[in-house]
T-cell receptor
Framework: AQSVTQLGSHVSVSEGALVLLRCNYS??????LFWYVQYPNQGLQLLLK??????LVKGINGFEAEFKKSETSFHLTKPSAHMSDAAEYFC????????????FGKGTTLSVSS | GAGVSQSPSNKVTEKGKDVELRCDPI?????LYWYRQSLGQGLEFLIY????????KSGLPSDRFSAERTGGSVSTLTIQRTQQEDSAVYLC?????????????FGNGTRLTVT
């Protein structure tokens, strides 16, 4: 069965600094990979997804993630953090077959200081 | 258009009581998911409905938990004989198709508190 590990439950950066949120996955077949974001007092929304096309995926708000099969990783990055990026970020994996659920990691809370 | 609607938004119940949580997915969405969100545990998968296929119940934590989806639309998650550890936010999500090229749309959740 597929699973996701997010390294670091809490990441703190300064405004303008690089954001790096780590995600490693386990899947017995080529996976579909996702990042979702939950802003304070809001529901979860899709940030970006990898579905076996380009390995570097660009999402909303300047975020991107790179699928690295050799490292079983899908880390999320943003070159320059903004205060509005403070949120909880969830990595998720699906084995892509019909009838397979989307499995989420435990989340990483990003704090951005001025 | 309307998003995923969950009711109630908050529910406080006494230990041992049964509760029902409701989810109205986006019209036309064939896939429906229930997750539980609690501090430090992230989003815990509970159950997944896909069209008319048998649901994937592999995430239900005990036989006190059950869910139905009537007519391929509204879903109800039932927790019997609630325990304090059931306290969490229960999230429902739906998606248009099941190939995962279609993103999940989440409701705002039901915050369950068991006293």
């Amino acid at each position: 069965a597929q699973s996701v590990t997010q390294l670091g439950s809490h990441v703190s950066v300064s405004e303008g600094a690089l954001v790096l949120l780590r995600c490693n996955y386990s899947s017995s077949v080529p996976p579909y990979l996702f990042w979702y974001v939950q802003y304070p007092n809001q529901g979860l929304q899709l940030l970006l997804k990898y579905t076996s096309a380009a390995t570097l995926v660009k999402g909303i708000n300047g975020f991107e993630a790179e699928f690295k099969k050799s490292e079983t990783s899908f880390h999320l990055t943003k070159p320059s953090a903004h205060m509005s990026d403070a949120a909880e970020y969830f990595c998720a994996v699906s084995e892509g077959q019909a009838g397979t659920a989307l499995i989420f990691g435990k989340g990483t809370t990003l704090s951005v200081s001025s | 258009g309307a998003g995923v609607s969950q009711s109630p938004s908050n529910k406080v119940t006494e230990k041992g009581k049964d509760v029902e949580l409701r989810c109205d997915p986006i019209s036309g969405h064939t896939a429906l998911y229930w997750y539980r969100q609690s501090l430090g545990q992230g989003l815990e998968f509970l159950i997944y409905f896909q069209g008319n296929s048998a649901p994937d119940k592999s995430g239900l934590p005990s036989d006190r938990f059950s869910a139905e989806r009537t007519g391929g639309s509204v879903s109800t998650l039932t927790i019997q004989r609630t325990q304090q550890e059931d306290s969490a936010v229960y999230l429902c999500a739906s998606s248009l198709i099941t190939s995962h090229n279609s993103p999940l749309h989440f409701g705002n959740g039901t915050r369950l508190t068991v006293t």
